[in-house]
């Protein structure tokens, strides 16, 4: 079985946030407004924050997208008191909606602020994907095409593309990517079978020092970043 | 231990999971636990949901089964018009991806792309053409709009047309458009020069025009520069926003990751802006430059290369002349020492990065807004421009490429009349060329002075066309007035944006994503691309595609004018139809939407220079030929030569001490209107905000100030002053204050109205008038606590 | 065997007056949390920074009074510490209705609260390394043994009752521990996670627990018109003092604890940070000085109405506590990657005080105070008044109708 994983170049990476917005057109994620915006209820599966450190003329300002980190150790999984977020056999950590009771203990055990709780019913748009799943076994997970308030989300490494790609023997990694994968203009973004040392993740992996998030937290990231 | 059962693989869990989600259980918990009132509301609630699901999942096919197509079309949200394709569901656009074929970006695009499904399922868009009811006009007052059958309107517009046509006034006409596709501007201009005004005023007038006439008086071409970034090893970036607003944008993105990593050697990039842009965080070196004087370190970084004479001699000898004359300026009051004191960048600095610049060929140095938009910034550009010739990177791989277009079918000439040829022999509103701006294509931001003081003559009547100028134009306040005081304005375009509130007619044009049109990009690739556009769905409004709307108009007018609009497709799909018929075929272009021309060329040296000399100048024969066209010519030399001069500033220091810039955020999308939450909700990446705009203030500067970050202060100016969000900021020049643009709309819709601040409300109204630039930041500001 | 306790009349105005006024402030929390569930927890002033607000503050506080409060039944049908007796009854009930109102407050933080049962699916549909779904049999199991203890109780079995009693004071423990633990555990939040948590709730469980306990005696027995024993409030005055310092030896170890790294920041945000006021007037001030400067007072240690300052100091301390943990300890912007993040991200987390989450909160009170008022007129909880003669009142069915009720 793969375990899929991320690289994020983030020295070529431009900032541009095509990630986040490709993001949010895939997987229908609610916009948010001004008020969410300050009081941090927006629903971002990937988010791109800015990280500063100097001051003038000496600043330097790092632009890092965050998807979920996929951790191997998913401390979200360990807290989940429904098995609503569970991780899979390849790796990929999921939120079933259905089982979700709304806790928010996921939100709070998280050390990558990746999740988010649907804080009101979302608005029904016209450009809202209206793909029913491939297969009815997967319809627990499956977030479209509406969401109800009241559960958590996150970034699910786009897995209904994953799982259909697979069906349909196509190549993860090149021929099928999630979502901010196909979006980043700069490919900046690597998806591929960490396990795999032929993949293009593994590849990535071993050019340059790469890294992961709060390494000391033990949750072993399937995200790694290539520093600039 | 983790769990990692998941319901696939459990009947028992599976067929509970049914029970959770069914009415059932919810209703029951419900009437147990609460008393009535409350319990009737949200059992209604429940209710209701369920039966809104069986009634959609009866229309839907069977679990699996998705009925989808892709349409090729392109991006139109900025001047880079990408190619794109959309993903059509169930009738209804959900996706828009790069294409693949598309070589400029290389099937990819920036967010800005994404954001075309808010553009076209925009709930705040006009639904049919509108009236004016209220006779007055103004900022903030309400038009009073009735709804109007577009025959009406389009009767009323045109008989308004013809009289003022008989009248034998036709330049009285003025004809503004902002961001439209090529072949909507190719009818505009058509329809302009049929009709007989010489007043069809674009927006480039506001955003590239030095830029332009830089490269005009170095080689002759009045373009902005494309750069080959696929090859070079060196940027030098001044003032230009290469990864946020510099166009073609997801070229430069693109290029970014290549020149970055998917090369044996990694480009470097060295950005020289008063503003950490994004551009500058991801670059390898931050220069910030006192602002205006990016003129003088270009002058400077000259001075090292030919003192040390580290520039390419052979391209200089053989293509070149003026290099004498520019040599002894530059050897004669440039030493780095002394334009340290200037630029406030070290000397030491400035000798490295010439040396970088020049051993590590091939190398770009990049003139942007933010070098250029200034009193004098034609200079600026000329004198950057001129460090691409210094160290031979013109028409050479990654160096200064010569951006070819496609080859569109040629339109018939138009049926002239007497009307018309008086008409465009009239003085242009915006006072272009010999005038007063001497090598200007537009002069964007004059019309609104020559409208308000009837120079050179009074406007009759006005069409915009997606155009947007009361926001985008320094003291906007200005086309308040000027939108206010023509008789008759029309507006022709999507949404209600601040200037359409001034029209007496409103036509809906289409969205991007409804409309036919060709397109190229900005100077970027080198070698030329065709874009389509094509309708990626039925639209549900009744609206029109802006071309439809110009060859309608041009119907009713009858005589030469409509005589002028025969023959060349009679409809916008025709007409791109018969434009695009000498490049493909139709089927196949419908079906690719792209056209990819051959790889580029380089050293072309023999057709590339349209100067006096047929070489690269150094001293600008183009620029004295224009001046004393113009009855300008003093004898001064040094007028055609790329010099600094002390910038101009607007205000006065004591009073104002401040500098105030602005700057595009990559997601300010460029066509007028911010009402796509997608973009709003993302807007200031560096800062970490969305929804908003500020006032970024240098920390050690606010501090002395006693200013503290997230406070309202003033910003003032000589022309006005605005109520803003301090934003004390590490990354900014300590006399310099930036403001993003594209917030502070006061109509365009929910999510963009009453957001933000625009800082060109109290940008102050000032030229380059050589190329009849806005010049966008030399404007004196002070800031206090409100 | 006669009981030597009885109900109250319940035909006083004040009492009357009492259950409509709190019956009104309950159903406005009903109509709050109605809303909350049409709409969604927008109305509530959590975000994805400061995920939980006020139910979950009202959650832990009242599991702490609760465990507490039982905790202390114990004295006299564990220890036989006869002097107790006379309040003995009303702890027990006390804790009952106390934990009620800790899962409803539970429940309705809950996103969707209709799958509330979720949470009792014990193994079965639940994560078990989950502290959650540990509490879940916590919690439930505790609801279940305070209602058999105090149907045992009413019914006056004196074996069964010190059985019971133990029983609920080992499972009273867990619970608060369980408690402390899902924040302990939680290792994304520095200032939480620490072993010592677990210890600290069960501590700050017993001194609140006491604390109400010596607030509701003597509001009950002076409102209901009976004669306090003096000599008894002194003595839980006493352990009270203990408790108070076992608390706040805790947190003192857990603070410096955390004063090292990787807390450091945090915990410095914390104790100087902008929200620090409530940590050291509210918190430190309310449940730690005022009351231990009372009770170590040699002459104001003795009088009830001292007493009953530092009591309901040390309840309002404490509820303060909860919150301080809760929402400013939240508030600690994660530090994702090195350096400062600017924006939403990096900012430190703002908590909206919003009408619908406080009216939910106020109505749980209003409810738990409105059962224990009907409790105390159903139930025999309370000593008998000095001048009356007992009622004889049936005893036993008594506690699991009410238990029906509340559970409905």
Known sequence: MARWGMVIDLDKCTGCQACTVACKEENNVPYGSPRENRQRTEIYWNKVIAVSRGEYPSVNIEMIPMPCMHCDNPPCVQVCPAKATFIREDGIVVQNFRRCIGCKYCIVACPYGVRNFNYKEQAEEKYHRPDPPPDRSVIGPWPFPTRTHGVVEKCTFCFHRIDAGLKENKTIGTEVVPACVESCPAKARFFGDLDDPESIVSQQVATRGSFTLKEGKGTHPKVHYLPK | ?786 | MASDFVTIEGKSKNYRAAVIVFGILALIGLICFALSYVFGHQLFGSSNTIPWGMPIVLAIYLIGLSAGSLILSSLTYVFGKEEFRPIARMAVLLAIVLIFGAMISIAVDLGRPEKFWRLFMFFYLNNMTSMFAINGILYGGYFVISLVYMGIILANQKQASRFMGILAVCWAVLVHMGTGAIFGFVAARETWFSPIKPLEFLSAALASGLALLIVVTLLTLKLSGRSINKGMIASLANMLRMFIILLFILIVVDKLTHLYEPARDATIFMLAGEYAWIFWVLQIGLAVVLPLAILFHAKLNKTIKWITVASVSVVIGIFFERYYLVIPGSAYPLHFYPGKIEGVYGAVGTFQIMPAEMGLSLGILALLALLFLLALRYLEALPPKPMESPQPTAASPAPSASATQTTG
């Open chain 2, 1 to 786: 231990m983790l769990p990692d059962n998941n319901s696939e693989n459990s009947p028992a869990q599976s067929s509970e999971e049914k029970q959770s989600d069914g009415l059932v259980i919810s209703r029951r918990t419900f009437l147990n636990a609460s008393a009535f009132a409350a319990a009737t509301i949200t059992a209604s609630y429940l209710l209701k949901k369920p039966e809104i699901a069986l009634a959609s999942s009866a229309d839907e096919p069977p679990y699996g089964v998705v009925t989808d197509k892709w349409v090729a079309t392109s991006c139109l949200n900025c001047p880079t018009r990408c190619a794109t394709r959309v993903r059509i569901v169930y009738d209804k656009a959900v996706h828009i991806g790069g294409n693949p074929l598309s070589r400029v970006s290389e099937g990819e695009n920036c967010p800005r792309s994404h954001i075309g499904l808010q553009v076209l399922y925009n709930p705040d868009r006009i639904k049919s053409p509108l009236k004016r009811t209220n006779p007055q006009k103004g900022k903030g007052i309400d038009p009073g709009w009735t709804a109007l059958s577009w025959e009406q309107a389009l009767n009323e517009v045109s008989n308004r047309l013809k009289a003022l046509r008989d009248r034998n006034q036709a330049h009285k006409l003025l004809l503004l458009y902002g961001l439209n596709t090529i072949s909507n501007e190719d009818l505009i201009n058509r329809f302009a020069a049929a009709y007989g005004t010489p007043n069809a005023i674009s927006r480039e007038g506001l955003e590239n025009e030095a830029d332009k006439a830089g490269q005009w008086m170095a080689d002759g071409n009045y373009t902005t520069s494309a750069y080959d970034l696929e090859h070079t090893n060196y940027i030098l970036s001044f003032g230009a926003s290469i990864i946020e607003s510099q166009k073609p944008l997801a070229r430069n993105l693109r290029m970014w990751g290549k020149l970055r990593r998917e090369r044996p050697n990694r480009a470097k990039i060295v950005v020289i802006d008063p503003r950490y842009s994004v551009t500058a965080a991801k670059a390898d070196q931050w220069l910030p430059i006192n602002p205006g004087t990016d003129a003088a370190l270009a002058l400077a970084i000259a001075h090292v290369i030919i003192s040390e004479e580290l520039y390419d001699k052979s391209f200089i000898q053989n293509w070149t002349t003026g290099f004498a004359e520019y040599r002894k300026l530059v050897l004669g009051s440039h030493s780095p020492e002394k334009i340290a004191l200037v630029t406030g960048i070290k000397a030491d600095t400035i000798y490295r990065i010439a040396r970088e610049f020049a051993q590590t060929r091939p190398a770009i140095a990049w003139r942007g807004r933010g070098a250029t938009c200034w009193p004098n910034g034609s200079y600026a550009s000329y004198a950057i421009f001129c460090l691409n010739a210094l160290v031979g990177s013109i028409d050479v791989p990654g160096g200064v490429i010569y951006q070819e277009y496609p080859k569109y079918k040629e339109m018939p000439a138009i049926t002239d009349d007497s009307i018309a040829r008086e008409g465009r022999t009239q003085t242009s509103l915006d006072l272009r060329r010999k005038d007063k701006f001497i090598a200007a294509g537009v002069v964007t931001n004059q019309a609104a002075d020559s409208i308000l003081t009837d120079n050179p003559y009074p406007i009759d009547m006005a069409i915009g066309f997606h155009s947007n100028f009361n926001m985008s134009a320094p003291n906007a306040s200005r086309w308040d007035k000027a939108m206010a005081k023509i008789p008759y304005y029309i507006h022709v375009a999507p949404a209600i944006t601040e200037m359409a509130e001034f029209a007496d007619i409103v036509l809906p044009a289409s969205t991007f994503m409804e409309d036919w049109g060709y397109d190229h990009c900005p100077p970027g690739s080198g070698f030329y691309e065709l874009k389509l556009k094509q309708p990626v769905v039925k639209s549900v409004h009744n609206i029109k595609p802006t071309g439809d709307i110009i060859f309608d108009l041009a119907k009713r007018m009858g005589g030469s004018v409509a005589q002028s609009f025969e023959n060349i497709g009679n409809n916008a799909e025709g007409f791109v139809k018969y434009r695009t018929s000498t490049i493909m075929y139709w089927d196949n272009l419908l079906q690719k939407g792209v056209w990819a021309g051959t790889n580029y060329k380089y050293y072309k040296y023999y057709q590339l220079f349209n100067t006096p000399s047929k070489k690269f100048e150094f001293y600008s024969g183009n620029m004295e030929a224009a001046l004393k066209e113009a009855g300008k010519w003093t004898g001064d030399r040094t007028a055609c030569l790329p010099h600094y001069e002390d910038t101009k500033f607007l205000g006065d220091k004591t009073a104002y001490p401040l500098i105030l810039t602005s700057y595009h955020p990559l997601l300010d999308v460029d066509d007028g209107n911010q009402n796509y939450p997608w973009a709003q909700e993302i807007f200031m990446v560096m800062h970490g905000y969305g929804w908003t705009n500020f006032v970024e203030i240098n920390a050690k500067t606010a501090g002395s100030m006693g200013i503290k970050d997230g406070v309202m202060v003033w910003v003032e100016s000589p022309v006005s002053k605005i109520k803003a969000r301090a934003r004390v900021f590490q990354g900014i020049h300590p006399q310099v204050v930036a403001i993003a643009q594209g917030q502070g709309h006061t109509s365009c819709g929910r999510w963009a109205k009453g957001i933000g601040i625009n800082p060109n409300d109290i940008t102050g109204v000032d030229y380059d008038y050589i190329s009849g630039q806005s010049a966008l930041f030399n404007t004196r500001v002070k800031i206090y606590k409100a």
